[in-house]
């Protein structure tokens, strides 16, 4: 059997347990945070949002020291790099992880989770009893309007979560690829891409100890 045959039917390891670990924490904490938002749990809320805070500076500083599909540098590309991207063919040789499309798709959830989280961190509530632990640093009334905009950034976070959800079922029903299984089990059948280069498992310590300082040093 020759190597692309074997690529074909192998198993391809795409993704780390970091990126998939973090990947279903943030969907847990997305619905936590919902969920306690809409039965005035504020303060499994607030707790919520931390821990949010947390994965996503974790996220972030993988996205520079972890593996190769890990890395912003391996899937996000500039206009010409999208445009080249759509006119190749779907036989092309990929490297694992998000293509061009899927990597801007990620980008922008997690901006826009980064920003649902920097603006929850100065609302309060009407009664301003419920703030959040950097509310003292701005005015009532900008609190407030942080509140409303608190909510419509979480309106369209869910939005882009529906077009996640859609481009899943897209590839499960249409090109017979389950994704959801890859994020579980970080490999891929059935696919022409190249493996993930792993790191040292030490690098993750650092980015533990960062998110960590972080997060403690906003709640205090």
């Known amino acids: 059997m020759n190597d692309t045959a074997s690529n074909e039917t192998s198993a391809i390891r795409i993704w780390d347990w970091p990126v998939r670990l973090t990947h279903w924490l943030f969907v847990f904490c997305i619905t936590l945070s919902w969920w306690t938002a809409e039965q005035n749990a504020m303060d499994w809320h607030r707790y919520s949002g931390y821990a949010l805070l947390g994965l996503l500076v974790f996220r972030i500083y993988w996205g520079f020291a ?87 950034v979480f309106n369209v976070i869910l939005t882009f979560v529906g077009l996640h959800i859609a481009a899943i079922l897209f590839y499960l029903l249409v090109k017979k690829d389950n994704l959801v299984i890859a994020m579980l089990t970080g490999h891929r059948r059935n696919v022409r891409v190249k493996p993930m280069q792993p790191v040292p498992a030490w690098r993750i310590l650092p980015g533990i100890v960062l998110a960590s300082g972080v997060v403690w040093w906003i709640a205090n």
């Open 66 to 152: 972890g593996s190769s599909s890990a890395r912003f540098a391996n899937f996000l590309r500039g206009p010409s790099g999208v445009m080249t991207y759509l006119r190749e063919s779907r036989e092309a040789h990929r490297d694992a992880g998000h293509n061009p499309l899927g990597g801007w798709s990620v980008a922008l959830l997690l901006t826009l989770m980064l920003s649902q989280v920097a603006i929850g961190l100065f609302v309060s509530d009407v009664d301003g009893i419920e703030s959040g632990p950097l509310s003292h640093l701005v005015s009532f009334d900008a609190s407030r309007t942080l509140a409303e905009i608190h909510e419509v």
